[in-house]
């Protein structure tokens, strides 16, 4: 599958500086804030509908802003990526699922019209954002659900913040 045109100008994959998180999305190139940098795209589903694949935790809603209003209240039409997929090494006609969780990210979920996908979350800037720089969005996971890896960053993040 084609690589977007538009995410290849700004976007560059390759390892992540977050330790143990596998690959990350890098700026190619200074990005202001209020960008829209990356899209999400995976096989759709209607709500109610499950997910064919095992949970890797590559599921998304299509209408983001609806499921972090719902503190992850799984409704809605939703995406998952095959696991297939996942690598970049398979997969790179969108790259918003290399971004990796920070408590402080620079990115924050959207909503976009792609001209191939449609209507399909998507990723824009809260910050200007400097050429190298990894870019990072907040999972907004529900801490009672969140996996193992999660809590450990939610720790590691609050341990850190506590003498600020």
Known sequence: ???????????????SCI???????????DI???????????IRMKAGE????????YSIFVYSFIRFCLFG??????MDLPPKYQSSANYLATLA?????SFTPNCNW????HPCYGFVPSITTIEQV???EELTIHYMMNMEDAPEWYMDCWDMHSNANKNK
Do not use: C, F, W
């Open 50 to 57: 499950k997910s064919p694949y095992p949970d890797t935790g």
């Open 73 to 78: 209240d799984k409704n809605g039409d939703h």
């Open 130 to 132: 400097t050429a190298g």
């Open 110 to 113: 959207s909503n976009a019209d």
């Open 97 to 101: 699922h290399k971004l990796n969780h």
């Open 32 to 42: 202001p804030a209020g960008t829209v940098l990356a899209y999400y795209n995976g």
């Open 19 to 29: 330790d143990g998180s596998g690959e990350g999305a890098y700026a190619k190139k």
């Open 1 to 15: 599958m084609q690589q977007d045109p538009y995410e290849s100008s700004i976007l560059a994959i390759r390892p």
